[in-house]
């Protein structure tokens, strides 16, 4: 059973950096492609970047040039590093996880705030 826990979340001011990592247990971690998806108040959850097994890295064009997404697959961990943020980023974030083969992301974290202050 695959288990991903994120960290890292905060409140920080307009401008400002974090980063967000995710730990990925109970699986072949290597091998899956690795997800951040947030949802803000009243919003649906969207797509925010992803990383394929082979390091190949997409962002949402919101987020493109201000983000950036990495994974050590040493500590089975998948990092968002955050700069510039604005207001617009408040959301909680999740991480997520997509099996060889699967279509769609299939394991989710619990989320961690992110609060991005005018």
């Known amino acids: 059973q695959v288990q991903l826990v994120e960290s890292g979340g905060g409140l920080v001011q307009a401008g400002g950096s974090l980063r967000l990592s995710c730990a990925a247990s109970?699986?072949?971690?290597?091998?899956?492609?690795m997800g951040w998806f947030r949802q803000a108040p009243g919003k649906e959850r969207e797509f925010a970047a992803a990383?394929?097994?082979?390091?190949?890295?997409t962002y949402a064009d919101s987020v493109k040039g201000r983000f950036t997404i990495s994974r050590d697959k040493a500590k089975n961990t998948v990092y968002l590093q955050m700069n510039s943020l604005k207001p617009d980023d408040t959301a909680v974030y999740y991480c997520?996880?997509?099996?060889?083969?699967?279509?769609?992301?299939?394991?989710w974290g619990q989320g961690t705030q992110v609060t991005v202050s005018s």
């Open positions: 109970g699986g072949p971690f290597s091998l899956y492609d």
């Open positions: 990383i394929s097994s082979t390091g190949s890295a």
């Open positions: 997520a996880a997509k099996r060889f083969g699967v279509s769609k992301f299939d394991y």
